[in-house]
Structure formats: C-alpha cells, structure tokens
C-alpha cells in the first residue's frame, strides 16, 4: 500500500498536443480529413435514406452511383488521414498497407465516379448497377 502523500507508479500517457500531431492547432478547428469525411457520410446516409424510399428508375439510379461515390471518399478519406499520421511516425509496415488501402479505395472512387457520369448522361449497360 502506498503511504498518505505518495506518489503512484502509473502514470498514463500523455496526448501530444494537437500541433505535434500535424492537426489544427487551434481548439474546435477540424483538419481537412475531418471536414471530408463528415460531408461524405452525410451524404452517404441521406443518399442511401433516399434511394430506400425511391421507386426503381433512372433518379434512383443516380442517387444509388453518387451514394457509392460518397462511401469511396468516406473510406478514402479516412485511410487517408491514417497514413498521414503512419508517415510522421515512421511505421513502414502501417504505411504500405494504408497506401494499398489509399490506392485500392481511389481507384474504387474513380470507377464509381466514371460510372455516375455514364449513368447521368445516359449510357446504361445492360446489368450495371451500383446496388446489384
């Protein structure tokens, strides 16, 4: 047991402040990542919410391709943020994963942003759905 006054051993860590973690420096300010992500996911959900309630069609369509759209940059956007704070650290195994994530969901964001594009202007192939 520990005498009245004395100090403990455990001690738990310490954050970094948010300057040392390449984050805004001023209290309530969101980084860029924070911001991204926060519109993505709104518009992730609301798109979803939307083509739940929609009939089959061309708008639901469209709602179903940027709603993907949005869930790419989401995912992007926070493997993103992960490898910006690998990078600082110096963790080669983290950055090579997250730079296969950060390429893997890029590619996954420009493919769905291809295919709303052809879905807006109206070049359908048959089968190519962003739901099926």
Request: with cysteine; charged share 15%; glycine share 12%.
């Amino acid at each position: 047991m520990l005498k009245r006054g004395a100090a403990s051993c455990y001690r738990p860590p310490r954050c970094k402040a948010p300057a040392e973690r390449g984050q805004a420096a001023q209290e309530g300010e969101l980084s860029i990542y924070s911001m991204i992500a926060i519109g993505a996911a709104a518009a992730l959900v609301l798109g979803w919410l939307a083509v739940s309630f929609h009939r089959p069609g061309r708008t639901r369509s469209i709602l179903e391709w940027a709603s993907a759209l949005a869930m790419y940059l989401l995912l992007f956007v926070l493997m993103a943020s992960q490898l910006q704070r690998f990078l600082g650290g110096g963790k080669w195994l983290f950055i090579g994963t997250f730079s296969f994530l950060c390429f893997l969901f890029g590619a996954g964001f420009i493919v769905t942003g291809v295919l709303l594009v052809r879905e807006i202007l109206g070049k359908k192939d048959a089968g190519a759905d962003a739901t099926h």
